[in-house]
Structure formats: structure tokens, C-alpha cells
């Protein structure tokens, strides 16, 4: 299935600010808070400030174009610690990255793709598979590094095996945690967030 990506900055400079929140507030997302908040509440706003990028992705439903899923991306800096590593990737990402004065952590900024998910509305996200979506995120961020340079890409998820199997199963190794901080705490389960990293590149 073919799908578009529409860049929620275009469509705001398109559109304006009323019509997409219109378009944003039909997006639902009943298996995670978080990812219908941010869509609808934080979207914008993060626009404005060039906190994050958000990307919309479409395809053909009945002769319409429709919202299947979303994604957002950042750049953060984060720690992680060396023995969660295996040496190869601790290798690999030592050129990007570092080392605390302990030398126990790298220190390193990576992109971040903050928000993934798939629109539960009318059941769109039936016309889309989370690998393709998951896919489309790190081929956004594979064209930034071809200019700006970087392999890895990272992301925060609850500690589900479901999730945690998901990510593991499209290239990404669990680094860490974080503690989720206190405006978080009533759209996620439990107290952090895993934290797992993907070399781009292979």
C-alpha cells in the first residue's frame, strides 16, 4: 500500500492554525494516551517553539486521502551507560558520542523519535502496519543524517514486552530507562520509560 507523508509545519503554513486543529482532533489513539495528547494538545505548539517536527502519514480509503498515523521527531541528548552496550555497538557509537569523566556513560545527542503511532479512528490503523510505520520514522531521519551525518536514531516506550518485542524486532536494543517526569505520569503506566537505540545504518 502506498502512503504519503505530510509535514505538519506545510499543512500549518497551508491551512492555518483552526483547520488543522480540526484534522489533528480526529486522530484517536485508545492504546496509548500519550500518543493522542501530544497529537492533539502538543503538536502545534512544539511546532511553534522548533522543539519537534511532526509528520503525518495518509492513504487512499474509498476515493479519500485519510490519516493512518503520525510521527514526531526531536534531537536529544542522553546518557547511556557503556555495559548495556555489546561491544560492537559500543564501538559504533563511540565516534558519535562522550565518555562521562567515570567513563561508565556516553554522553550523546541522537535524534529521538518522540511520538509513533497509528490512528484508531473509523479503524484507519487497519491500513497500516507499525513496522511500515515505524520504517517511515527512520527513513525521515536517515534523509536529515545524509546531510548533517549520524547513525542512530533512538526512542521511549512503556516497559511492555509487546512494545519492547516490537522494537527489538525492527533493530532496536533496550540502553536504559527514564524517569518519567511528573506531567507524564497520568498518560503512561508505571514510573519511566525503556529507552532503546537502533544503528540506522544497517
Known amino acids: 500500500m502506498a502512503y504519503n507523508l505530510i509535514s505538519l509545519n506545510d499543512m500549518y503554513e497551508a491551512i492555518g492554525e483552526e483547520k488543522t486543529k480540526e484534522i489533528l482532533n480526529e486522530f484517536e489513539c485508545t492504546l496509548n494516551k500519550d500518543v493522542e495528547y501530544f497529537i492533539k494538545e502538543k503538536a502545534i505548539q512544539f511546532l511553534k517553539m522548533g522543539i519537534s517536527k511532526t509528520f503525518l502519514v495518509s492513504s487512499s480509503y474509498k476515493g479519500?486521502?485519510?490519516?493512518?498515523?503520525?510521527?514526531?521527531?526531536?534531537?536529544?541528548?542522553t546518557k547511556i551507560k557503556k555495559s548495556s552496550l555489546s561491544n560492537s555497538l559500543r564501538k559504533r557509537i563511540s565516534r558519535f558520542a562522550e565518555a562521562t569523566s567515570t567513563d561508565k556513560y556516553y554522553v550523546v545527542s541522537l535524534p529521538l523519535i518522540g511520538q509513533l503511532g497509528k490512528n484508531y479512528a473509523?479503524?484507519?490503523?487497519?491500513?497500516?502496519?507499525?513496522?511500515?510505520?515505524?520504517?517511515?520514522?527512520?527513513?525521515?531521519?536517515?534523509?536529515?543524517?545524509?546531510?548533517?551525518?549520524?547513525k542512530f536514531a533512538f526512542i521511549e516506550c512503556e516497559d511492555k514486552k509487546a512494545l519492547q518485542d516490537f522494537y527489538e524486532s525492527n533493530g532496536f536494543v533496550c540502553f536504559g530507562k527514564r524517569n518519567l517526569e511528573k506531567d507524564e505520569r497520568d498518560k503512561n503506566e508505571g514510573q519511566y520509560l525503556l529507552q532503546m537505540l537502533c544503528d540506522l545504518s544497517k
Not at 490503523?125 to 549520524?150: F, M, P
Open 64 to 77: 479519500n486521502n485519510v490519516i493512518v498515523g503520525y510521527f514526531s521527531l526531536t534531537n536529544k541528548i
Open 122 to 150: 473509523n479503524n484507519y490503523n487497519s491500513l497500516i502496519k507499525g513496522d511500515d510505520l515505524l520504517k517511515l520514522a527512520c527513513d525521515k531521519v536517515k534523509e536529515a543524517q545524509n546531510i548533517l551525518g549520524g
